[in-house]
């Protein structure tokens, strides 16, 4: 099979390193196409990046030449479809040229997640609300077949959500608390100063808090024709930075709707399989076997132990115990930049491909109304 030709904007920071580590030999996809900023247009890749993972960074990508940032500049063919790992000022910016340039654009960063047209998706959690792809303007202007935006969500609301969405399903969540340690690599590179977490917990994460408790809400939510109907939960988070490479870690409890047993709880998780139905025999390379894995031991799950469960894409349960406060209290674990970032990205394209949504993308075409509206 011919493999799809994919762009990846911003390639050079920690995200853009993963997509280009796990998009490396991938069965249906093949880099064509790579951007970052000015400071790195012209330079080889090799050049312009300081790789940080601890695969080798592959040859053929490092010759490749970082293209200007924008679509009308980009020389040759544009690929269809963009994986971006941008911070959200310049997302908001650059995605809905590449969108309006008819791209799909698979947005890892927060700039459009809450946008009432815009998808959020992790694809256990919620891919029907891919649907609403089809009502974004981008996507309107070229007779349906024009680009579109899909984001993936925070790491940290990633994690917590494939722990909660088998639990909402079966008991309803009235309320939760959680608070997280947060890996360094979460702040990109350089990111956080050595002297500010070497030794230390710092207990702020700008705007953290705030994303995760409405991005819960928008994945837990009902898809209601062309809208989401947010989860009626209360959601408390806590958000701190730990001296950790990689992997969040988030202590949660939790208040249901109706009574759930321990034995009930861990059957939700053990049992929790929602792309076995959706994609019934189709294979998704990057899709982990068990999304939400329980281990029992009394002090897991760890970073360093768990992260790469599922190749860095499930996540880790453990510490499942009664909460004096409210029901039930649990750990939830999972990797930052693969399953909190560049896997989710890679994972919600998977799907996308799946149902023709990567089909007759609107490239080079021209957009049937006299202006592509850039309204997000
Ligand atoms: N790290 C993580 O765990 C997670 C990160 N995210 C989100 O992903 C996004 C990327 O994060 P991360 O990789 O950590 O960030 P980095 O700071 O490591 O990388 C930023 C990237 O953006 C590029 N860039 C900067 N300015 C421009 C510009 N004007 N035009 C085009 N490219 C530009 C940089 O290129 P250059 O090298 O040329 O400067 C670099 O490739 C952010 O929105 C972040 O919030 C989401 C979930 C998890
Ligand atoms: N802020 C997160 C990572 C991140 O970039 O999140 P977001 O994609 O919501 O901006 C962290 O520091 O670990």
């Not at 490749?64 to 310049?90: H, S, Y």
């Not at 984001?151 to 088998?166: D, E, M, Q, R």
């Not at 990205?345 to 049937?368: I, R, T, Y």
């Amino acid at each position: 099979m011919e493999r799809r030709k994919v762009g990846i904007l911003g390639a050079t920071g920690m995200v853009g390193q993963r997509f280009i580590q796990l998009l490396n030999n991938h069965p249906w996809f093949e880099i064509t196409w790579l951007a970052a900023s000015d400071r790195s247009a012209g330079k080889t890749f090799g050049e312009a990046c300081r790789w940080k993972l601890d695969t080798p960074l592959p040859k053929k990508i490092a010759e490749m030449t970082v293209q200007p940032n924008v679509p009308e500049l980009c020389e040759g063919e544009l690929p269809k479809i963009i994986f971006a790992a941008l911070d959200a000022d310049i997302a908001r910016d650059l995605e809905p040229r590449f969108a309006a340039a008819g791209c799909a654009v698979i947005s890892n960063s927060s700039a459009f997640r809450m946008v009432a047209d815009v998808p959020l998706v992790v694809p256990e959690v919620n891919a029907d609300h891919l649907d609403l792809i089809e009502t974004q303007s981008w996507r309107k202007a070229y007779g349906g077949k024009g680009g579109y935006i899909v984001t993936n969500p925070n790491c940290s609301a990633i994690g917590l959500v494939l722990a909660l969405k088998p639990l909402e399903e079966r008991f309803g969540i009235e309320s939760l608390f959680v608070s997280t340690m947060q890996a360094v690599s979460g702040a990109g590179y350089p990111g956080v100063a050595s002297l500010d977490i070497l030794g230390n917990v710092v207990p702020f994460i700008k705007n953290e808090e705030e994303k995760m408790q409405e991005e819960v809400g928008k994945l837990l939510g009902r898809l209601d024709g062309n809208r989401i109907e947010m989860l009626d939960a209360k959601v408390s988070a806590h958000c701190n930075r730990v001296a950790v490479e990689d992997g969040h870690t988030e202590c949660v409890s939790i208040k249901f709707k109706r009574k759930a047993t321990r034995e009930e709880i861990l059957a939700a998780w053990s049992e929790f399989a929602p792309l076995r139905h959706f994609v019934q025999d189709q294979h998704l390379p990057t899709a982990p076997e068990q999304p939400v894995e329980y281990d029992a031991a009394v002090d897991r799950p760890q970073p360093r132990l768990d992260r790469m469960r599922g190749r860095g894409m499930a996540a880790t349960v453990g510490r499942l115990r009664e909460c004096t406060l409210l029901d039930w209290k649990f750990v939830v674990l999972s990797h930052n930049t693969i399953r909190g970032a560049a896997g989710a990205a890679l994972l919600n394209a998977e799907v996308l491909a799946l149902l023709g949504k990567l089909d007759k993308l609107g490239v080079n075409a021209k957009p049937v109304a006299a202006q592509v509206a850039v309204t997000a």
